[in-house]
C-alpha cells in the first residue's frame, strides 16, 4: 500500500515508457545480484512467455542467466562489469535496462546503468530503503523505490511492482 500510495503514478510513467520502448523494438535487459536475480529471470519469463494468451511476447534478456558469461568477466574484469558487459554486447540505443537492487547501492548495478545510459537505453532501476545511489544517480531514468529496510517486504514488493509494470504494458502493447 505504501508503495503504490508513494509510487503510484511514477509505476504507471515507467509502465507508459517501457510500453513505447517495447513498441519501437526495444528489448529489456534485467539483471539484479542474489534474490534480485530471481526477480530478474521472472520479469524475463513473464515477457517472453506470458501467463495471459492475450499479452503480446515481448523481446527480453536476464543478463544473470549466463554464469560461464558471469565468472569469465568476473575473474578477467572483475565483479563490478558482469552486466556492464552484456550490455555492451547487447544493449542497442532505445532498449530498455532494468536493474533491481534491495539497497540501491550496488556497485555492479550502478555501473551497468552507467554504460546503458552512454549507449541511449531507457534505464529503469527498483531499489528498497530510501532509493540508495540508484534514486539520485543521473544515469537511472525512472527509480521505483520500496520504502523499507525489510528485505524481505522489499522483494515482495518489487515482485508486486514488476507484475504492475507487466500489466501496465500489456494493456498498452
Given at each position: 500500500?505504501?508503495?503504490?500510495?508513494?509510487?503510484?503514478?511514477?509505476?504507471?510513467?515507467?509502465?507508459?515508457?517501457?510500453?513505447?520502448?517495447?513498441?519501437?523494438?526495444?528489448?529489456?535487459?534485467?539483471?539484479?545480484?542474489?534474490?534480485?536475480?530471481?526477480?530478474?529471470?521472472?520479469?524475463?519469463?513473464?515477457?517472453?512467455?506470458?501467463?495471459?494468451?492475450?499479452?503480446?511476447?515481448?523481446?527480453?534478456?536476464?543478463?544473470?542467466?549466463?554464469?560461464?558469461?558471469?565468472?569469465?568477466?568476473?575473474?578477467?574484469?572483475?565483479?563490478?562489469?558482469?552486466?556492464?558487459?552484456?550490455?555492451?554486447?547487447?544493449?542497442?540505443?532505445?532498449?530498455?535496462?532494468?536493474?533491481?537492487?534491495?539497497?540501491?547501492?550496488?556497485?555492479?548495478?550502478?555501473?551497468?546503468?552507467?554504460?546503458?545510459?552512454?549507449?541511449?537505453?531507457?534505464?529503469?532501476?527498483?531499489?528498497?530503503?530510501?532509493?540508495?545511489?540508484?534514486?539520485?544517480?543521473?544515469?537511472?531514468?525512472?527509480?521505483?523505490?520500496?520504502?523499507?529496510?525489510?528485505?524481505?517486504?522489499?522483494?515482495?514488493?518489487?515482485?508486486?511492482?514488476?507484475h504492475a509494470l507487466l500489466e501496465i504494458i500489456a494493456a498498452l502493447m
Open positions: 500500500r505504501t508503495v503504490l500510495k508513494e509510487s503510484g503514478q511514477q509505476i504507471i510513467a515507467t509502465g507508459k515508457a517501457m510500453a513505447e520502448a517495447f513498441k519501437r523494438g526495444a528489448t529489456l535487459l534485467a539483471f539484479g545480484n542474489g534474490g534480485s536475480t530471481t526477480d530478474a529471470q521472472d520479469i524475463v519469463t513473464e515477457l517472453l512467455n506470458p501467463h495471459d494468451p492475450a499479452w503480446p511476447a515481448l523481446p527480453a534478456i536476464a543478463l544473470t542467466n549466463d554464469i560461464a558469461v558471469i565468472t569469465a568477466v568476473g575473474n578477467d574484469v572483475g565483479f563490478n562489469n558482469i552486466f556492464t558487459r552484456q550490455v555492451i554486447a547487447f544493449g542497442r540505443p532505445g532498449d530498455i535496462a532494468l536493474g533491481i537492487s534491495t539497497s540501491g547501492n550496488s556497485a555492479n548495478i550502478l555501473a551497468t546503468f552507467e554504460q546503458a545510459k552512454k549507449q541511449g537505453l531507457l534505464t529503469v532501476a527498483m531499489a528498497g530503503y530510501d532509493g540508495g545511489k540508484a534514486a539520485g544517480s543521473p544515469n537511472v531514468d525512472y527509480c521505483l523505490v520500496t520504502p523499507s529496510d525489510h528485505i524481505p517486504r522489499i522483494q515482495e514488493a518489487q515482485a508486486t511492482t514488476y
